[in-house]
Structures are given as structure tokens and as C-alpha cells.
């Protein structure tokens, strides 16, 4: 982009800025509660998640206990793979927290 172009898109940003309003966009209309879809909330969605991951990590443990004490129906290939669901389950759930945190701070930052 020139320094023309530039200059031409931050006047157009100044002037949408300063009317308060994008083209095409209707008025912001009176909020709405937020409703549920199929009885569930945020809250109840986040805890079967979590209690999923709770699970898989229990499951793996028990793999890993059951293939150290010698058990004929476990093998190595099926620890690891457990093992390795579990880890990548714990850093998804791990990565929302991040990205739920930092959601959270920007919200509290925001001036009213």
C-alpha cells in the first residue's frame, strides 16, 4: 500500500470513528439475554469438558499401572497413545483457560 492509500484508509477510520457508525450496519439494537441451546449453558459445558478430561487422564494412569504390574492385555503402544491423549487433552484444556483468562481481563480492563 502507498503512503496515499494509507492516509486515504486511516481519513475513512477517522471519519466512521467520529459518526459513531460503519455503512451498512443497523443501530445496535437493545441486548438480549443469552439463551441456552438444548438446556446447556456455558458453565455445564466447560465442566463435562473438563470432567472429560479428568476421565481420559484417570484412564491412562490405569493403563500405565496395569502395563507396569505386568498385565498380558495391555501393551506399550496402547500406554503411549493414552499417555499422549492425555497430555494433548490437559494442554487443549489448558490453552482455553489461557485464551478464557486473557477474554476475561480484556473485558475487565474495558472502560464503560
Known amino acids: 500500500m502507498s503512503e496515499m492509500q494509507i492516509q486515504n484508509v486511516l ?14 450496519a443497523e443501530p445496535v439494537s437493545k441486548v438480549e439475554p443469552t439463551r441456552e441451546l438444548d438446556g446447556e449453558d456455558f458453565a455445564s ?15 491412562a494412569t490405569t493403563m500405565q499401572t496395569q502395563f507396569e504390574l505386568g498385565d ?7 500406554v503411549m497413545v493414552a499417555m499422549n491423549k492425555s497430555s494433548i487433552a490437559f494442554e ?7 485464551r478464557l483468562l486473557s ?8 472502560q464503560v
Do not use: C, F, H, W
Not at 477510520?13 to 455503512?23: D, F, H, P, T, Y
Not at 477474554?103 to 474495558?110: G, H, I, L, R
Open 92 to 98: 487443549a484444556t489448558n490453552q482455553v483457560r489461557n
Open 45 to 59: 459445558t466447560m465442566r463435562d469438558a473438563i470432567r472429560s478430561v479428568n476421565q481420559i487422564q484417570k484412564e
Open 72 to 78: 498380558a492385555n495391555v501393551s506399550l503402544p496402547q
Open 11 to 24: 481519513q475513512q477510520m477517522r471519519a466512521l470513528s467520529q459518526s459513531g457508525r460503519v455503512e451498512g
Open 103 to 110: 477474554a476475561y481481563q480484556e473485558v475487565m480492563s474495558m
